[in-house]
């Protein structure tokens, strides 16, 4: 049989064509005798043939014994230099055909990867001695990413190794499919294994507390430490970062067990960490581990407000009513789910969402859609739109929106924005002044003028100043503001000042954003000239490269206000806050009373009739779907609620404080109007019918959870006919729904992958016919452990063995250069022949030229 194989045989099916070229030699005009007639005719249908073969591409099969080897050497913590020095041990003895990856001198080549949680080519075994391990991730080990990586790189016509220098810890992976798809393409793999180096090492190994208890009750943590030196060492454990137990131990070599006895009196979720320090040790990645305790008791509620003195009325209104409130400022705000949710409501109190930032202001609308819990905002000129909340998460959740319509007797306002456009203001940065210059614009009414000015180092309109008619038009406008040059505000103020001072406004401001120093200039000049014509200038700094001091003295200058922000997501919020205070419509202050709009069971034993006036609130919207419960005596609203996902948000224009509130904190009804308001909107806690365990389990993704429940009915059987879902939010915000599956009589289960490192919050709700309410939640949480490279953990023997007899290779060799120097294999090669046929083709078409073009005598 001949060894030709046609990798496009369809080609093959042309030939028929060759008779159209027979057809057309006997129609040719062309003066030729009958000999090189017939001789041009064989040529053309020689190249005809040669080009079809060479379309067809045939390949001349063989064998050879060329071998191509990849070398993977572990570089991760859990070997650490160990597998560098076994590599370059090894290649000593080997040819030099496999310690260069220069093949073009040897039928044989070799190449070299060193791998931990990502692979990378190296230059060889020299490169070993001076690697630079930290661009490879050696808090992790991906040894079947390393495997995968090797097989696509060996050349497919050579006899093909992998040698792999590596104690076997690795992350979890579909090693069947692996193994199987190595030995399909005839890959053997020959694992080294490598012990880890005697270093002292002392670990947490676990960390074991009940998911939940009851408030003011002991329960015991218990831990165990495993160390591989006899050694004192001492404990201490944290409670929400509060140290709250230290213990000097001894260790003996191996595990030791400690318990500890703790009570939790008020918080509802403790993050306990258990942290071990020890004389000798090599890492600190594997000292501690957390564990988090759900404590059930008496609900809290959390106040976050500018001013925390003028909130001891309503403390002491609540306490009166036995519910407990805890004060902070605007710098205490809660920085993560876990601390919030140690509360059943939050109540923002005349705090901006300036203050509070994007990232909290996210959190926040989470903690109640998402998990259940309750958001009641207070009016005060930092709250609503004043606040700038308006097109924030939190707008979003509450019942009534920060945007409203303005009267037709309000007075004009007159903005213009000014915007840094410098080559620093590039990517992020320019995207969110952009937007918040429509998200500004967006709040003014038609009849308001507009108008903004961007600078680099020269000055321009990118939408002059006109009445805001033409929403598109300015956010066509301003969308076009891309950055780039210097920076230089003195003629982007001056052009700001000119543009605002012949338009009919009562009211004129502007807000100048920038990240950086401007060249010197009449700055102040122009600030006080606006002043003294009416106008008020405030100042955005955005980054850490600003003049402080000028963007202070110019906002002092133009009677304004100075903001500083690192974020540029809170570019939206600082805009937003300065155009609704400067349109000065949103506050409202003269006596009113407040009146019923309809009745409501949590408000029904209070008379209002006999209630004081209040003195002010803060100009919003009712959504449509919201509950009005009072409105001032413009039918605006005061009291408003509804439900929002899981949770319940309510809003109250007015304050509860000596300011609009003053002569309600004398009525008798105010503890008991703001206790019924408060619990009517507080998160219930009920216990749920089920036992939950969420336990770690890694699995081919790496660490993850396996959340279990036992669910009954109200009769103590077990519930069948049920469907439920977990939210999971882990720590980097993002937020995943997974289905429960059932797993066997009233079980359901599901696994939750874990790739970040850090504290995952899980809200799982489970609907049934069986449940009274048909559907019941509840609350867990839960911290992966450090990564298995930490864990002490003896080499994976059985794996490297299973990699060897599965792909035909072999483990441990006594003498890999011998080992790979009698591989008995060979490997199909194949020889294209398209590029011979291709040179034929072009020779003959020069003959078949040369019949045509020579000169001849002609047959009479």
């Not at 071998?67 to 041990?89: E, G, I, P, W, Y």
């Not at 739109?385 to 979003?396: K, V």
């Not at 000055?459 to 300015?474: G, H, K, M, P, Y």
Request: hydrophobic share 45%; glycine share 6%; charged share 20%.
């Amino acid at each position: 049989m001949i060894p030709l194989e046609f990798m496009h045989p369809w080609a093959l099916a042309l030939a028929p064509l060759a008779a159209f070229l027979v057809w057309q030699s006997h129609r040719t005009l062309a003066p030729l005798s009958p000999r090189r007639r017939r001789a041009s005719l064989a040529a053309r249908l020689v190249l005809f043939s040669l080009l079809l073969f060479a379309l067809a591409d045939p390949r001349w099969l063989g064998t050879t014994r060329q071998q191509s080897v990849a070398f993977l050497v572990d570089a991760s913590d859990s070997v650490r230099a160990s597998a560098l020095a076994a590599a370059t041990k090894a290649s000593a003895a080997l040819p030099p055909a496999f310690t260069s990856t220069d093949s073009s001198r040897d039928p044989d080549s070799a190449r070299w990867l060193a791998f931990a949680g990502s692979t990378q080519v190296i230059a060889g075994p020299a490169a070993l001695t001076e690697l630079d391990r930290r661009p490879l991730v050696p808090s992790r080990t991906d040894l079947a990413s390393a495997l995968r990586l090797a097989q696509a790189s060996l050349p497919a016509d050579r006899v093909r190794s992998i040698v792999v220098f590596t104690d076997g810890v690795s992350e979890p992976a579909a090693w069947d499919s692996l193994v199987a798809s190595l030995a399909a393409d005839d890959i053997r793999v020959i694992p080294v294994s490598v012990a880890p180096p005697d270093d002292p090492e002392t670990l947490v190994r676990s960390l074991r507390a009940p998911a939940r208890v009851r408030q003011r009750e002991p329960f015991r943590i218990q831990t165990d430490i495993t160390s591989n030196r006899a050694q004192p060492a001492t404990l201490r454990v944290f409670r929400n970062g509060v140290l709250v137990d230290t213990s000097p131990v001894q260790l003996s070599v191996g595990s030791n067990r400690f318990e500890f006895t703790q009570v939790i009196e008020s918080d509802a979720l403790a993050e306990y960490i258990v942290r071990v320090e020890a004389r000798d040790d090599t890492f600190a990645d594997n000292n501690e581990l957390t564990a988090l305790v759900r404590a059930e008791g008496e609900p809290r509620v959390l106040l976050l407000t500018d001013t925390p003195s003028q909130a001891r009325y309503l403390d002491h209104a609540l306490k009166q009513e036995g519910i407990r409130l805890d004060i902070r400022p605007a710098r205490g705000a809660p920085l993560s789910l876990g601390d919030l949710q140690n509360y059943a409501l939050l109540i923002l109190d005349n705090v901006s969402a300036v203050e509070l930032g994007a990232p909290q202001l996210k959190l926040y609308a989470s903690y109640v859609t998402d998990f259940g819990g309750g958001l009641l905002m207070l009016g005060g000129d930092q709250s609503f739109g004043l606040g700038g909340y308006h097109r924030t998460p939190i707008d979003e959740v509450l019942p009534l929106r920060s945007e409203f319509q303005a009267d037709e007797e309000a007075p004009a306002l007159g903005l213009v924005l000014i915007i840094d456009k410098s080559g620093s203001m590039g990517g992020e940065r320019i995207a969110m002044a952009r937007a918040a210059a429509a998200g500004a614009i967006d709040l003014l009414t038609p009849k308001d003028y507009a108008g903004v000015v961007v600078f680099d180092g020269d000055a321009s309109w990118a939408a002059e100043i006109q009445t805001v008619v033409d929403r598109n038009d300015f956010r066509r406008r301003i969308a076009s503001i891309e950055a780039d040059g210097g920076t230089n505000l003195s003629p982007a103020m001056d052009l700001a000042y000119r543009g605002l001072a012949p338009i009919p406004a009562k009211l004129k401001h502007v807000i100048i954003l920038s990240d950086g120093q401007s060249s010197p200039g009449n700055i102040l000049e122009i600030a006080m000239q606006m002043a003294q014509a009416g106008m008020t200038v405030s100042t955005v700094g955005l980054g850490d490269g600003i003049d402080v001091e000028m963007l202070q003295e110019i906002a002092r200058r133009g009677n304004g206000r100075y903001y500083f922000t690192a974020n540029s997501q809170d570019v939206p919020q600082i805009l937003a806050k300065e155009t609704v205070t400067a349109a000065k419509s949103a506050l409202q202050e003269f006596p009113f009373a407040p009146r019923r709009v309809r009745s409501a069971d949590f408000l029904n034993d209070i008379d209002f009739a006999s209630a004081p006036f209040l003195y002010g609130y803060v100009r919003t919207e009712l959504r449509p779907t919201a509950e009005l419960w009072l409105s001032t005596e413009r039918g605006e609203p005061l009291l408003a609620t509804w439900r929002h996902g899981l949770g319940r948000a309510g809003a109250f224009t007015s304050d509860a404080r000596a300011r609009w509130a003053v002569e309600w904190l004398r009525w008798d009804g105010y503890g008991r109007f703001w206790a019924q308001t408060v619990r009517h909107l507080m998160r219930t806690d009920a216990a749920a019918p089920f036992a939950m365990n969420v336990t770690p389990e890694p699995g081919a993704d790496g660490d993850g959870f396996r959340i279990t429940l036992d669910a009954l009915d109200p009769a103590g059987e077990f519930v069948t006919q049920a469907s439920g879902r977990v939210l999971v939010l882990d720590p980097t915000g993002e937020r995943r729904s997974l289905d429960l599956a059932p797993a066997g009589p009233g079980r359901f289960t599901v696994r939750v992958p874990a790739p970040a490192r850090g504290n995952h919050h899980f809200d799982i709700r489970l609907e049934s016919p069986a449940f009274p309410d048909g559907a019941v939640r509840a609350y867990a949480a839960a911290a992966p452990s450090f990564p298995d490279e930490y864990k002490l953990a003896p080499p994976d023997l059985d794996l490297l063995k299973r990699l060897a007899t599965s792909t035909g290779g072999q483990f441990n060799p006594a003498n890999l250069a011998a080992l790979l120097a009698a591989d008995p294999r060979s490997a199909r090669h194949e020889h294209p022949l398209w590029p011979w046929l291709t040179a034929a083709a072009l020779f003959t078409f020069l003959i078949d030229v040369a019949l045509k073009r020579l000169p001849s005598p002609l047959r009479s």
